[in-house]
């Protein structure tokens, strides 16, 4: 009879909780797929023309022509001892672009949100595109930020580059995830 009991109470907070329960598993089943496709776009880049791979080879160019048009003489070259993109500004190596900066892994981590806490089809495609174009242009902006700092203040290199720079990617989806569930999801259009 226990087993039994523990079957039906379990049923019982399954129905409780079942948006609960809906959200986590739809996050996680988006959040999986995409990190997959990911992970199999950054195997096949491997031995392609942009080192180390397109998106990040993307970015480091581009936070290179931001730092030029800040007015700063900026270049950036492949790493010769890792996979990444060694950024100089006015002559000095200030900081390196790995994979880890190109805001795709950030990206999948919002989408995964939006689509979790889905509206209405139209909207949600929207909000997710938009929401991408964005963090990646606040995180071309950021790091093209992070190398002048880094230029200028060598040392707060922990601070600036573990905490404040950080702070400002994560902040910015959070609040996109904020103004996502109170103005455009399905949970507001239940509870609002």
């Known amino acids: 009879m226990g ?19 809906k959200f986590i598993f739809t996050f996680l089943v988006v959040y999986v797929v995409f990190s997959l496709l990911y992970h199999f776009y950054l195997e096949f880049s491997e031995g392609s023309k942009f080192y180390p791979d397109y998106i990040t080879h993307l970015v480091a160019k581009q936070t290179e022509d ?4 800040f007015g700063y003489s900026a270049q950036v070259l492949p790493h010769p001892d890792e996979p990444s993109m060694k950024v100089v500004v006015n002559g ?16 999948i981590l919002f989408v995964s949100f939006v689509v979790a806490f889905s509206g209405k089809l139209k909207t949600t495609l929207f909000f997710m595109l938009s929401g991408s174009v964005l963090i990646y242009t606040v995180n071309l902006i950021r790091i093209a930020i992070i190398c002048i700092a880094l230029y200028h203040y060598p040392e707060h290199q922990e601070f600036l580059h573990g905490v404040l720079f950080p702070a400002i990617i994560y902040g910015m989806v959070f609040l996109l995830w904020i103004f996502w569930v109170n103005r455009f999801s399905n949970l507001k259009n239940k509870h609002g």
């Open 92 to 107: 000095s190596y200030v900081a390196r672009v790995i994979e880890g900066c190109n805001a795709a892994s950030v990206i």
């Open 66 to 69: 931001l730092l030029n048009g």
């Open 3 to 21: 087993f039994f009991n523990l079957i039906l109470s379990l049923k019982a907070l399954f129905i409780k909780y079942r948006a609960v329960v």
